[in-house]
């Protein structure tokens, strides 16, 4: 099992540029989530889906889109990039019953310019 | 003021020893508490839940005072292999799946 992977790993983008980060999870977890994490400010939970089809916003969620079309991936979307995004996203997953015990992908390191 | 409060460290300790890490929280209301590791530049991993009646897991204890909302880590017989950063993870959510995460406490074990 590859467990949750992301992609990409890295990626610049200059300001207003868009992109979409995928996750991807093979263990058939019910519940997804996209954090970020900024040096002393700990991970932040930008928007997670309990199911497909279903979305909800987090802590942080200006400024992405998200979509759950599939139960085994999770679409984070930047319409319009901004410096303020500069950040390691990680995607997670988990279990509904156990749903604390979250599974993290490797991250991705994105810097806007 | 924070959810989740850290010292950031870092902890420098020799091997063997035996180091306890703080964290506080702000919310009353906070149903269930985590420590989750995170080794430089990788993803986090849930370390041990951490109940009010304390537990141990190896050479790991953790414990809850929901009176001071205070949780702990204490680590005895430290290892090269323990040197990462300890997040305090809290959550508000009774169906556990929010979580607020600490910004971490880091730890390097010196040979």
């Known amino acids: 099992n590859a467990g949750v992977t992301q992609t990409p790993k890295f990626r610049v983008l200059k300001t207003g540029q868009s992109m979409t980060l995928l996750c991807a999870q093979d263990m058939n977890h019910e519940y997804m989530y996209w954090y970020r994490q900024d040096p002393g400010m700990g991970l932040r939970l930008i928007h997670y889906?309990?199911?497909?089809?279903?979305?909800a916003k987090g802590e942080v969620p200006d400024g992405y889109n998200v979509s759950r079309l599939k139960k085994q991936n999770f679409l984070l979307g930047l319409e319009s990039a901004a410096p303020s995004q500069t950040s390691v996203y990680f995607c997670?997953?988990?279990?509904?019953?156990?749903?604390?015990?979250?599974?993290f992908g490797p991250g991705t390191r994105l810097t806007v310019t | 003021r924070k959810e989740v409060e850290q010292d950031p460290g870092p902890f420098n300790v020799p091997e063997g020893a035996t180091v306890a890490f703080n964290c506080t929280y702000s919310?009353?209301?906070?149903?269930?508490f985590f420590w989750y590791r995170q080794d430089c530049r990788k993803e986090p991993k849930l370390l041990m839940s951490?109940?009010?009646s304390g537990n141990e897991d190896g050479r790991f204890t953790a414990q809850l005072n929901r009176a001071s909302q205070y949780i702990s880590l204490l680590i005895r017989d430290s290892k090269l292999s323990d040197s990462a950063t300890y997040l305090c993870v809290v959550t508000l959510d009774t169906g556990r799946r929010a979580l607020t995460f600490g910004s971490g406490t880091r730890l390097q074990v010196q040979p």
């Open positions: 889906s309990v199911g497909e089809g279903t979305t």
């Open positions: 997670a997953s988990s279990y509904g019953d156990v749903a604390y015990e979250q599974y």
């Open positions: 919310n009353s209301a906070s149903q269930s």
């Open positions: 951490v109940y009010s």
